[in-house]
């Protein structure tokens, strides 16, 4: 993997320090996660992350350990670091790192006190809410060494504050049990009991939240570092309680082994590649219901089908996990209801609300058959997938329906946003795109050759998917090319000056990237033209991938920033998404272009943001600024599908 290590220019310096971030998942949707510098700067990062009913309903734990050292003069110095409303960071632990790295996806700290060296390493184990903290001395001593449990027990979106509850917190052998959640273990446990009040998060600042709360003292571990080798450890694991896991050590060892046979079960071939095929694994989960499903992005997103869908062919096939793959497949097809398949239950209820969720999932499926030639799955789900193609023909919700007059797929409905550039600010959709939407059809088109073959592929009768294929293909070639030189984003859409329904309508020509599909896609409806293709990579192409509109558009929003209505206000209007580098390179490269030079950026991405993955957003305008979540799955997937093509 690639080599993802930090001096003290990068620990000791705030800013540099806390803009890093690290993630280690559980498998089950729960996590650790923080900064290279050990500032929390998010209500999102802690110690013990621990997954609800839905992998988007987590908990917040254990938020901190914070070390500090008694030396043999006596001198007690503070290791953590923590905001505070008042504006004062304290302590400043980061300024006496000397080094962090990134071990097989694992973070490791080194702090140097004169000559006192003690290394910090953080595992998780696989498949159980449990992380193991272990401190050892390096050099020097003989030392004490103290580590300070920060605790909460909430909604990983929200805050506690010290006007309600006191957490419970009950002493158990090795340590203690809080709000009978989760339980603390450790050498020489001494409970306490105090409010922390006023911890900030900047970055929750950043984006216009509640950026304070208050964190209890639980109490803290001590533990003697006589000489090098000895170390001091603590776990926290939330149910069962009493199942107590491996020691601290050998978690870390299970945990490091396991990320060295992921990433070689990936067969990678490149330290890069290596490195991608490990952080397409955080995404792939067990549910409490042992089912295989995908998180969309940590450290706030759920399952969503759509970006699901979009990631299937990079975190399952290309890295060897097809037979999981299969079971995910199968499990998403028992959603589809009147031709659609759920997009998500992030909010705690299944929702049916995307026209492109479903088309995606008929693109997956195909892909699953063409690599792995698992034609069983294909002949158990073909009648599930046919219903799909009756019922966009019949029509069904928010008016996705097939237009008899062209064979291109219509959709919706007042107040909806159906497509993948689905904001909303205060209700209201930023981008509806009502109407023919080009990468809507551009799938709807893939969506009927791929079933076609399917059909084929099981001795069925074919002949009308591929005469609908056939239609559709020569309306879209005939109505989406526009004057200004690349396609329409919207066919038939609503004029601005009528309301959804009204007499009027137009053709959107604001140049997207959403229209990279119609070339991208393994049966693409247009044949790439090279000069097209540079028109649009020249007005939307930048280091980390395709912006979501063109700078010169009256409508461009340049910085992903502000609070939720500012942020989603620009979501679609500019912003960098690096998930579209997989349909932009994939049409560049059937058009005959080279594409070496265009991940020599998001490769250097991979060290700056989520450490070893790739965000979600980044900024329209230089210099790109990542944005979002700094770990996203369909960004991991795409780079690492197209990144396998070129190999």
Known sequence: MIDIRFGPQVCGDLTSAASREWLVPDGLGGYAMGTVGGLRTRRYHGLLVVPGETPASRRVGLVSLDPAVTLPSGARVRLGAHEWASGDVDPRGFELLERFDLVDGLPRWRWRIGAVVIERELAMLPGRSCVAVVHRLVAGGPVRLELSAACTWRDAHGERRADGPIPQVEAVADGAVVEGAYRLAGPGWAPEGQWWLGVHHREEA?????????LWYAGRFVGEL???????????????????????????????????QVVATAKPADDVDATLALAADAFVVRTNQAAVDVVAGYPWFGAWSRDTMISYEGLFLCTGRADEGRELLRSY????????????????????????GTLWFLHAMSRHVTVTGDTDLGDELLPALRAVIDAHTAGTRYGIRVDPADGLLTQGAAGTALTWMDARVYGVPVTPRTGKPVEVNALWINGLAGLAELTELAGQDADELWRRHRQATASFRERFPAPTGWLHD??????????????????DDALRPNQLLAWSLPYAPMEPDEATLRRVGGGLLTPLGPRSLAPDSGEFVGRHRGGPADRDGGYHQGTVWPWLLGPYVDAARRGKMSVDDVFVGIEAHLMEYGLGSVSETADGLAPHTATGCPFQAWSVAELLRVRRKSQ
């Open 226 to 260: 006589d000489r090098p080798g000895d170390t001091v450890s603590v776990r926290a694991w939330a149910d069962p309680l009493d199942l107590e896991p491996m020691a601290a050590e050998d978690i870390v060892a299970t945990a490091r082994r396991r990320n060295r």
């Open 333 to 356: 097809a028992a959603t589809l209801s009147e031709g659609m398949l759920a997009n998500t239950a992030d909010t705690g209820r299944v929702e049916y609300n995307t026209v492109d």
């Open 490 to 507: 919207v066919l038939d859409a609503p004029a601005p000056a009528y309301p959804l329904g009204g007499a009027a309508l137009h053709d």
């Open 206 to 214: 950043n984006r216009g939240l509640h950026p304070d709360e208050d």
